[in-house]
């Protein structure tokens, strides 16, 4: 019950993907970090864009795990 460890040799050749098709995702997930940043570091305060306490609870403890200062 020997097996060969030969390779396929109909195996598909990979192709690279461009840096046209990368760009738009690469922008586009760029700009959603920020803005998770954005409410992770920066949402409270004089600084906030919605009112109350409820962002701030929700990402309370992403704060301290990323080391933003919240009290």
Do not use: N
């Amino acid at each position: 019950m020997a097996q060969s460890a030969a390779p396929a040799t109909g195996a598909p050749a990979i192709t690279p993907i461009s840096l046209k098709a990368i760009a738009p995702w690469a922008v586009f997930f760029g700009i959603v970090m920020l803005i998770l940043l954005y409410f992770v570091g920066a949402e409270q305060g004089a600084t906030a864009l919605i009112s109350g306490e409820g962002v701030h609870e929700w990402v309370h403890d992403g704060r301290h795990l990323l080391g933003f200062p919240c009290h």
